[in-house]
């Protein structure tokens, strides 16, 4: 069903021109943007040169064609996703373009480094909350920042996870900005999805474009549910020889359950709800129809607040009732742990430089964007004076929501975002606009190649003695035109993200 | 010579319509500490159900029920026997220089150590206005300032059952002047903790044979932290400082991390819930 471009029955030669491409023929740049492929003299970047020469002998129509082709695929393989806060909710793909991104070793190197070292950091600064508070002793982070955090969780003080790993699994979101550097925008170590989208986008790619995924040596991004899969058995309780790992869903409902029956499946494991588990005597269980199963990992895609009604929401049916004594009683391994959520404040992301000096003693390989603390006076004040140049941020919220950014907004629309600034200074953060590298993408509408900002989300699994990331990434694309967020839950789309050997 | 102790604690629970999945977890058990101990319990259900010992997030046991079978009622008695060594709450010396108890309130590693004692739940946040009724008296200690604080609140607050309930928050009870053990309890937390005692509420059992205030349920009081001395208990219901008569079971930031049950339970219709405790001790 999927078509290489040579066999697309059009015939190249006669749309081929001598000096523009046909299918870039109409792309417009904008000078002050950074632009992924064309350098600032309008050549073409070296990593895309051989792309760009096989895409270029084909027509408009010819990639149209298979672009369809891609997308209806995803559809007859239900990888799709849910927006909320829409009053209909319905399911839609993640916008995806056959155009991928590509990403030179010497650029992947410095990306890799600097997760794994944002991961690690992240890693020492939960042990270090959780029991000696060593970093609020020495005053590098302000004690409220943790204690006014609604992601700190008592029940963890004291508490030795298997392998003193907290975030097992992490996302963290970088961007190139104007100046040609990278800087991460969060780190995401509660439920960071998207991972399933980095292997879907690959596998249709290379369905519908082998003869050009072909001609590159690009990583594999397939060995991802191995990796994660062998971190969480490593991870197993003790005395445990082989451990049962399961995935636990909040159910078919959630925007990312695509992702967790994925994660599942290729892992070779149950996925299960709250329901199918029980706790006896402090062990977990699930019911199967040979009768119960002991389980001793669970790679859970719940939130903390909803994993068990005994001690945490009430309210939740989500969860599994005694889940968290059996926890910390040592009878099984929660990944992420619970708690970690407090190092994905977005308030503690304005440490990061300081908290990596600090467990590590090394410099921050990634650079961190500056960030006004709205909870100090001054900071404040220059905040509500500089609105219409800074993104502001709500600290607790995930996904792209509540974000305001202000050269966007309208007088009256920067008169309620002060306001609710004003309400709840502690709530958010503000940063200047940062202008993410734009990189051609297909656009249904005027049916041409036109600039988008990107991002990329690295996914790095941590364990006690290794870690891993996932070469590749989530590179995710702000579809509206001049938009900066690029959430697939804010209307982004994505693209398969190479990353070559040499 | 220690006391004998011996507990009974029942509760009933009815429902209208069948409940076919139902979990609860008691908090109920005295704890041990230096002064309780050799705590034996029994505890039983009118389904038979298994009962399983755990211990929750913030290191208390607890029972847990999960019955396996439908019912409209169900039924619960525990009883809890320990022994319990006389309590001399002012078996300590205040240092005469009373300024060094003072500064280490201020320092920040204290800070950080009592953070979760000395945090604003919303059982324990006041007003502005509201955090002006007691202020500490820095010419006198800091246990003769949570002495006078015990005092002030049992005076000022009408223990009246009815009037509030679990859920009840500060606001209402100062407006009302009027509450329960649950709701003194933090009101002293929260005015000790504006002051920057830690303070923790304290959930247990009272010995009322002596007249003491509270209902035939639970009793509630707070311990502060009172640097160079220790964690001391004060019951403002009754004007005294916690002794052989108060029996711990567990303590925390409020009556949140301390509810005696816990139910999830899965059932439509209403339903109602009554609980008696008895406490009887003999030397």
């Given at each position: 069903?999927?078509?290489?471009?040579?066999?697309?029955?059009?015939?190249?030669?006669?749309?081929?021109?001598?000096?523009?491409?046909?299918?870039?023929?109409?792309?417009?740049?904008?000078?002050?943007?950074?632009?992924?492929?064309?350098?600032?003299?309008?050549?073409?970047?070296?990593?895309?040169?051989?792309?760009?020469?096989?895409?270029?002998?084909?027509?408009?129509?010819?990639?149209?064609?298979?672009?369809?082709?891609?997308?209806?695929?995803?559809?007859?393989?239900?990888?799709?996703?849910?927006?909320?806060?829409?009053?209909?909710?319905?399911?839609?793909?993640?916008?995806?373009?056959?155009?991928?991104?590509?990403?030179?070793?010497?650029?992947?190197?410095?990306?890799?480094?600097?997760?794994?070292?944002?991961?690690?950091?992240?890693?020492?600064?939960?042990?270090?909350?959780?029991?000696?508070?060593?970093?609020?002793?020495?005053?590098?982070?302000?004690?409220?920042?943790?204690?006014?955090?609604?992601?700190?969780?008592?029940?963890?003080?004291?508490?030795?996870?298997?392998?003193?790993?907290?975030?097992?699994?992490?996302?963290?979101?970088?961007?190139?900005?104007?100046?040609?550097?990278?800087?991460?925008?969060?780190?995401?170590?509660?439920?960071?999805?998207?991972?399933?989208?980095?292997?879907?986008?690959?596998?249709?790619?290379?369905?519908?474009?082998?003869?050009?995924?072909?001609?590159?040596?690009?990583?594999?991004?397939?060995?991802?549910?191995?990796?994660?899969?062998?971190?969480?058995?490593?991870?197993?309780?003790?005395?445990?020889?082989?451990?049962?790992?399961?995935?636990?869903?909040?159910?078919?409902?959630?925007?990312?359950?695509?992702?967790?029956?994925?994660?599942?499946?290729?892992?070779?494991?149950?996925?299960?709800?709250?329901?199918?588990?029980?706790?006896?005597n402090d062990f977990v269980y699930m019911k199967?129809?040979?009768?119960?199963?002991?389980?001793?990992?669970?790679?859970?895609?719940?939130?903390?607040?909803?994993?068990?009604?005994?001690?945490?929401?009430?309210?939740?049916?989500?969860?599994?009732?005694?889940?968290?004594?059996?926890?910390?009683?040592?009878?099984?391994?929660?990944?992420?742990?619970?708690?970690?959520?407090?190092?994905?404040?977005?308030?503690?992301?304005?440490?990061?430089?300081?908290?990596?000096?600090?467990?590590?003693?090394?410099?921050?390989?990634?650079?961190?964007?500056?960030?006004?603390?709205?909870?100090?006076?001054?900071?404040?004040?220059?905040?509500?004076?500089?609105?219409?140049?800074?993104?502001?941020?709500?600290?607790?919220?995930?996904?792209?929501?509540?974000?305001?950014?202000?050269?966007?907004?309208?007088?009256?629309?920067?008169?309620?975002?002060?306001?609710?600034?004003?309400?709840?200074?502690?709530?958010?953060?503000?940063?200047?606009?940062?202008?993410?590298?734009?990189?051609?993408?297909?656009?249904?509408?005027?049916?041409?190649?036109?600039?988008?900002?990107?991002?990329?989300?690295?996914?790095?699994?941590?364990?006690?003695?290794?870690?891993?990331?996932?070469?590749?990434?989530?590179?995710?694309?702000?579809?509206?035109?001049?938009?900066?967020?690029?959430?697939?839950?804010?209307?982004?789309?994505?693209?398969?993200?190479?990353?070559?050997?040499? | 010579?220690p006391r004998e102790f011996e507990i009974t604690?029942?509760?009933?629970?009815?429902?209208?319509?069948?409940?076919?999945?139902?979990?609860?977890?008691?908090?109920?058990i005295p704890v041990e500490n230096e002064s309780?101990?050799?705590?034996?319990?029994?505890?039983?259900?009118?389904?038979?159900?298994?009962?399983?010992?755990?211990?929750?997030?913030?290191?208390?046991?607890?029972?847990?029920?999960?019955?396996?079978?439908?019912?409209?009622?169900?039924?619960?008695?525990?009883?809890?026997?320990?022994?319990?060594?006389?309590?001399?709450?002012?078996?300590?010396?205040?240092?005469?220089?009373?300024?060094?108890?003072?500064?280490?309130?201020?320092?920040?590693?204290?800070?950080?150590?009592?953070?979760?004692?000395?945090?604003?739940?919303?059982?324990?946040?006041?007003?502005?206005?509201?955090?002006?009724?007691?202020?500490?008296?820095?010419?006198?200690?800091?246990?003769?300032?949570?002495?006078?604080?015990?005092?002030?609140?049992?005076?000022?607050?009408?223990?009246?059952?009815?009037?509030?309930?679990?859920?009840?928050?500060?606001?209402?009870?100062?407006?009302?002047?009027?509450?329960?053990?649950?709701?003194?309890?933090?009101?002293?937390?929260?005015?000790?903790?504006?002051?920057?005692?830690?303070?923790?509420?304290?959930?247990?059992?009272?010995?009322?044979?002596?007249?003491?205030?509270?209902?035939?349920?639970?009793?509630?009081?707070?311990?502060?932290?009172?640097?160079?001395?220790?964690?001391?208990?004060?019951?403002?219901?009754?004007?005294?400082?916690?002794?052989?008569?108060?029996?711990?079971?567990?303590?925390?930031?409020?009556?949140?991390?301390?509810?005696?049950?816990?139910?999830?339970?899965?059932?439509?219709?209403?339903?109602?819930?009554?609980?008696?405790?008895?406490?009887?001790?003999?030397?």
């Amino acid at each position: 069903m999927f078509i290489a471009f040579y066999h697309v029955p059009f015939n190249k030669r006669k749309y081929m021109t001598n000096i523009e491409n046909q299918i870039f023929s109409s792309y417009q740049r904008n000078p002050d943007l950074y632009d992924e492929i064309y350098d600032k003299n309008g050549k073409i970047k070296e990593v895309y040169q051989k792309l760009f020469n096989l895409y270029g002998e084909h027509s408009i129509i010819d990639y149209v064609s298979l672009n369809n082709k891609a997308k209806s695929s995803f559809f007859n393989q239900g990888i799709t996703f849910q927006v909320y806060g829409d009053n209909n909710v319905q399911e839609k793909i993640f916008p995806f373009d056959l155009f991928p991104r590509i990403i030179a070793p010497v650029e992947w190197d410095i990306i890799e480094r600097g997760s794994i070292q944002r991961s690690k950091a992240l890693n020492l600064f939960l042990w270090d909350i959780y029991h000696d508070k060593k970093i609020l002793k020495d005053k590098v982070v302000p004690i409220d920042l943790i204690t006014s955090s609604a992601n700190y969780l008592d029940q963890m003080n004291g508490v030795n996870p298997p392998g003193g790993i907290y975030n097992h699994i992490s996302g963290t979101d970088v961007i190139k900005h104007n100046d040609g550097k990278y800087y991460v925008l969060e780190d995401n170590i509660r439920c960071p999805s998207g991972v399933s989208y980095v292997i879907c986008n690959r596998t249709a790619l290379k369905k519908a474009l082998f003869g050009v995924f072909n001609h590159y040596q690009t990583h594999t991004v397939t060995n991802y549910a191995e990796n994660l899969l062998e971190l969480l058995e490593s991870a197993k309780p003790k005395g445990v020889d082989i451990p049962n790992v399961v995935v636990i869903t909040p159910g078919m409902y959630n925007s990312a359950f695509y992702e967790h029956s994925y994660l599942a499946k290729t892992m070779g494991v149950e996925l299960v709800e709250g329901r199918d588990l029980f706790v006896e005597n402090d062990f977990v269980y699930m019911k199967t129809i040979k009768g119960p199963e002991r389980v001793d990992v669970i790679y859970r895609r719940i939130d903390d607040q909803f994993i068990d009604p005994l001690e945490f929401n009430p309210d939740s049916v989500l969860g599994v009732p005694g889940l968290f004594a059996a926890y910390k009683k040592g009878n099984v391994t929660l990944a992420n742990a619970p708690g970690t959520g407090v190092a994905d404040d977005k308030a503690v992301y304005t440490y990061m430089p300081q908290i990596i000096k600090y467990y590590l003693d090394e410099e921050p390989i990634l650079n961190n964007v500056h960030t006004y603390h709205c909870s100090r006076p001054d900071e404040l004040k220059y905040v509500l004076e500089h609105i219409h140049e800074l993104v502001i941020k709500p600290v607790d919220e995930a996904g792209g929501y509540g974000i305001s950014i202000g050269n966007k907004l309208t007088k009256a629309e920067i008169e309620k975002v002060k306001a609710e600034v004003k309400a709840s200074p502690r709530k958010y953060v503000a940063q200047p606009i940062m202008s993410l590298s734009v990189h051609p993408t297909y656009i249904d509408d005027t049916e041409s190649f036109e600039q988008r900002h990107v991002d990329l989300r690295t996914f790095t699994v941590l364990g006690k003695d290794k870690e891993f990331v996932l070469k590749g990434g989530l590179t995710r694309v702000a579809l509206k035109r001049g938009n900066l967020i690029v959430n697939s839950s804010q209307g982004g789309g994505s693209k398969d993200t190479w990353v070559l050997k040499k | 010579m220690p006391r004998e102790f011996e507990i009974t604690y029942n509760a009933e629970n009815i429902y209208d319509d069948w409940v076919h999945d139902a979990h609860w977890q008691f908090l109920i058990i005295p704890v041990e500490n230096e002064s309780q101990y050799e705590v034996e319990f029994e505890f039983e259900n009118s389904l038979y159900a298994h009962t399983e010992e755990s211990i929750n997030g913030y290191g208390f046991k607890t029972l847990r029920i999960h019955p396996k079978k439908k019912f409209k009622k169900i039924t619960f008695e525990a009883k809890f026997k320990f022994k319990k060594e006389e309590v001399d709450p002012y078996n300590f010396n205040i240092n005469p220089d009373i300024s060094t108890a003072y500064n280490e309130l201020q320092s920040l590693d204290f800070k950080i150590t009592h953070e979760r004692y000395l945090r604003f739940t919303s059982y324990t946040t006041l007003d502005s206005a509201q955090q002006q009724l007691f202020k500490f008296n820095t010419s006198i200690s800091i246990f003769d300032n949570l002495e006078a604080l015990n005092h002030w609140i049992f005076e000022y607050i009408k223990f009246t059952t009815g009037v509030t309930e679990v859920g009840t928050l500060l606001k209402d009870v100062i407006s009302k002047k009027k509450g329960v053990c649950q709701d003194f309890a933090h009101l002293f937390s929260a005015l000790a903790r504006i002051n920057g005692v830690p303070t923790r509420y304290v959930s247990g059992y009272l010995d009322q044979e002596s007249g003491y205030m509270g209902d035939s349920q639970m009793h509630a009081w707070t311990e502060a932290f009172v640097p160079e001395i220790g964690w001391k208990g004060f019951d403002p219901t009754n004007n005294i400082l916690a002794n052989t008569n108060h029996i711990k079971v567990c303590h925390g930031k409020d009556y949140n991390d301390c509810s005696p049950l816990k139910g999830i339970i899965h059932s439509h219709g209403k339903h109602k819930t009554a609980h008696s405790v008895t406490v009887e001790s003999h030397q």
